[in-house]
């Protein structure tokens, strides 16, 4: 059984960085794309992006710019930082497994996900 | 706004039926048959409740049921219960993966 643990800073100032880091227990790290999802308090879910565990990575378009996941093979774990944050990027972010990397793109589903993590950013 | 747009409300009694509708345009839902949707109780994370459709993930009780038609997908609870009362998203592909504003379903 696949399990996503999920941790970071949860308070960030107007232009820092916000970063955090998923582990994922049991099942195969190679064989899916991982992915990261916020949800702004009572709204709703926003795909950030994902990678594999080769690097190749896809991004939200509108939040490309400010926005990198990276890898960690040896510990099966996958980060994200989104740079020059503001009060619109207060969520709660998940992490989650996502499409088998062999299947097409559009062929998406998440699950498992990872507990979330409240993100509060304000000076 | 979010891609796919979703009632922010439903209801229903114990033991009826609801269904949830989540629309979107041929070039998402109508142009691919991988619309999910995923369930949230307050404070928790999405659980995955549909994939491609219509197919449950194991353990997923067969009260839920999804469906596809043209530009629309469709989650459906049958014989609700009490624990169903929660937050219900739709996703599909856009690109990259979008989701539906959500729906609150109520147990009355």
């Known amino acids: 059984q696949v399990q996503l643990q999920q941790w970071g800073a949860g308070l960030l100032k107007p232009s820092e960085t916000l970063s955090l880091t998923c582990a994922v227990y049991g099942g195969s790290f190679s064989g899916y794309y991982w992915s990261w999802i916020r949800q702004p308090p009572g709204k709703g879910l926003e795909w950030i992006g994902e990678?594999?565990?080769?690097?190749?990575?896809n991004y939200n378009p509108s939040l490309k710019s400010r926005v990198t996941i990276s890898v960690d093979t040896s510990k099966n774990q996958f980060s994200l930082k989104l740079s020059s944050v503001t009060a619109a990027d207060t969520a709660v972010y998940y992490c989650a497994r996502g499409r088998n990397v062999v299947v097409p793109a559009a062929m998406i589903w998440f699950d498992p996900w990872g507990q979330g993590t409240l993100v509060t950013v304000s000076s | 706004q979010s891609a796919l747009t979703q009632p922010p409300s439903a209801s229903g009694s114990p033991g009826q039926s609801v269904t949830i509708s989540c629309t979107g345009t041929?070039?998402?839902?109508?142009?691919?048959?991988?619309v999910s949707w995923y369930q949230q109780h307050p404070g928790k994370a999405p659980k995955l409740m549909i994939y491609?459709?219509?197919k449950r993930p194991s353990g997923v009780p067969d009260r839920f049921s999804g469906s596809k038609s043209g530009n629309t997908a469709s989650l459906t609870v049958s014989g609700l219960q009490a624990e169903d009362e929660a937050d219900y998203y739709c996703s599909s592909y856009a690109g990259s993966p979008v989701f539906g504003g959500g729906t609150k379903l109520t147990v009355l």
């Open positions: 041929s070039s998402d839902v109508g142009g691919y048959n991988y």
């Open positions: 491609e459709v219509s």
């Open positions: 990678i594999n565990h080769s690097g190749s990575t």
